[in-house]
């Protein structure tokens, strides 16, 4: 029913900056967030944000870097990351959430994911 496709993702001196966009199809009053997986490590999650947008939960290890937004009119959300470390470096996924907002996010409340899209953080 929901289609996610990453975009944004490549190579990046740390320090340096991305802006990962999703764009969806079809219906999108959902919860949306960002996770991400490194080689051998369990996906985990990086950001959310509610339908409207008021509401949103980073984990700590990007709170003051990282900046979820959506823009509804597009069917697109964005994750802007800035002072990126070589820690950051992995497959990032968007998706999708069918319930209510929680400030805690796990891969298994989400019921959609997109394909995902490697970001490499250089040191």
């Known amino acids: 029913q929901v289609l996610l496709v990453e975009s944004g993702g490549g190579l990046v001196q740390a320090g340096g900056s991305l802006r990962l966009s999703c764009a969806a199809s079809g219906r999108t009053i959902y919860i949306m967030g960002w996770f991400r997986q490194a080689p051998g490590k369990e996906r985990e999650f990086v950001a959310a944000i509610s339908w409207s947008g008021g509401n949103t939960a980073y984990a700590d290890s990007v709170k003051d870097r990282f900046t979820i937004s959506r823009d509804n009119a597009k069917n697109t959300l964005y994750l802007q990351m800035n002072s990126l470390k070589p820690e950051d470096t992995a497959v990032y996924y968007c998706?999708?959430?069918?319930?209510?907002?929680?400030?805690?996010?796990?891969?298994?409340?989400?019921?959609?994911w997109g394909q995902g899209t490697q970001v490499t953080v250089s040191a």
């Open positions: 998706a999708a959430e069918r319930g209510s907002w929680t400030p805690v996010h796990s891969r298994q409340q989400y019921d959609y």
